[in-house]
């Protein structure tokens, strides 16, 4: 009786390519004799092309395919997939590849061959001797900083490759892994180094293998790049701290914070726009403190809605149009106007036009008013705009 490797395919939106990968995958049956791949394609609800119905078509003309249904997540559709193979294959060895056509297949046979030489977990690298990545240079810096990153904080330093999905592993060492503590259920890519980082907290004995990663054969590519790497550091971040004794939920934390830190990056933006021009109003114009706010803040407003529309706020779901937020937005800056204009004002009329000697340089008062500014309007925009101007709303 052949020995079965169980490959979880992951979908969303993939009748592009599914059915090409689907043919790949199977053909490496040839290359492991006394082996079955049983393939088990686990599709997201959210999914709206017809990927379910192109495996369903597949799946009656071949019993080595089998179609499930996840919530939205890479996470949840690998674990779900994994679970459902243990409970119902009965797999020798649990594997997963990305279904978009980027892993060349053949990995899998040297992935099962890691396992037949005593491994508990085998990992497919790019980034050792054999591995190739023919993505973009950009994509190609991105990969070997986030897995130089997770070497050096999080560790192990003896693994190269953190963030591909190209895996394989015994049901075993799956089984005693910490699914309470590993993040599966986030909507992001963390999965990939955290499960790494489970199994190796798990006890597996562990390898790398060598793969080829290059463009998607259709579509394009659903990793946002930036949330990405705030997730890798954090993720890391927390690691490092609990193998410290530091018992601070720190990735938890930095997932909810995740669109303040942005908002605050953006403010930051703004703030550094703002202050230019508020300078530019009373070294150029004569402008008085208070009225070169008032100028300034409005310009670093419109600079903000439009970073904070397309990136910190791009992702929620609005019945407004952009001219509709924009003038929201406006609206809602104005309370934060009014607070700055007032304390600059404030301030001014306390203290007025004076200098102060720090370090033997002339500091002028008026930009101690400016920054006196920025935590009590920060506050006051990110809370209205949060639940205002960007607030979720169903369709």
């Known amino acids: 009786m ?61 019993n080595r395919i089998y179609l499930i249904k996840a919530e939205p997540g890479l996470g949840v559709s690998l674990i779900e997939g994994h679970k459902f193979a243990t409970a119902h294959l009965h797999p020798d060895i649990l594997a997963q590849l990305d279904a978009d056509g980027q892993v060349e297949p053949d990995v899998l046979v040297r992935l099962v061959k890691g396992i037949e030489e005593g491994f508990d977990f085998v990992i497919g690298s790019r980034l050792i001797s054999g591995g190739r990545n023919k993505l973009s240079l950009s994509r190609r810096l991105f990969t070997l900083g986030s897995s ?89 971040l927390d690691v490092r701290l609990h193998k410290w004794g530091v018992n601070i939920s720190l990735y938890k934390l930095s997932r909810r914070a995740k669109t303040l830190v942005k908002f605050s990056l953006v403010g ?41 529309n397309f990136w910190t706020f791009r992702y929620r779901k609005t019945k407004t149009n952009l001219w509709q937020k924009l003038g929201i937005f406006n609206l809602v800056s104005l309370g934060g106007l009014i607070i700055a204009v007032l304390i600059v004002k404030l301030l001014h009329n306390i203290y007025g036009d004076g200098f102060i000697n720090l370090f033997g340089k002339l500091i002028a008062y008026n930009n101690f008013y400016f920054f006196a500014t920025i935590i009590p309007v920060m506050i006051w925009n990110f809370t209205i705009n949060h639940f205002i101007t960007w607030r979720h709303q169903e369709d």
Do not use: H
């Not at 790949?24 to 379910?52: A, C, F, H, M, Y």
């Not at 049901?171 to 986030?186: G, Q, S, V, Y």
């Open 148 to 236: 130089l990153f997770c070497r050096l904080v999080m560790g192990p330093t003896n693994i190269k490759e953190f963030t591909n999905s190209a895996r394989a592993f015994t049901p075993k060492i799956f089984k005693k892994i910490n699914l309470d503590r590993l993040p599966w259920r986030e909507k992001t890519f963390i999965i990939q180094p955290a499960f790494l980082n489970e199994m190796i907290l798990a006890g597996a004995k562990y390898k790398e293998v060598p793969l080829i990663f290059k463009n998607r054969l259709e579509g394009y590519s659903k990793n946002k790049v930036f949330n990405y790497t705030y997730d890798v550091i954090s993720y890391c």
């Open 268 to 308: 930051a933006a703004g703030t550094t726009v703002d202050f230019l021009f508020y300078k530019i109003f009373i070294n150029y114009f004569g402008f008085p403190p208070a009225t070169s706010k008032g100028f300034s803040a409005e310009i670093a407003i419109i600079n903000n809605f439009f970073l904070n």
């Open 2 to 62: 052949k020995k079965i490797v169980s490959v979880i395919l992951p979908t969303f939106n993939e009748e592009a390519n599914i059915e090409k990968t689907l043919k790949r995958v199977l053909e490496q049956e040839k290359d492991l004799p006394g082996w079955q791949i049983d393939v088990v394609i686990v599709d997201d609800i959210r999914s709206s092309d017809n990927t379910d119905k192109i495996i369903q078509k597949l799946s009656r003309k071949d």
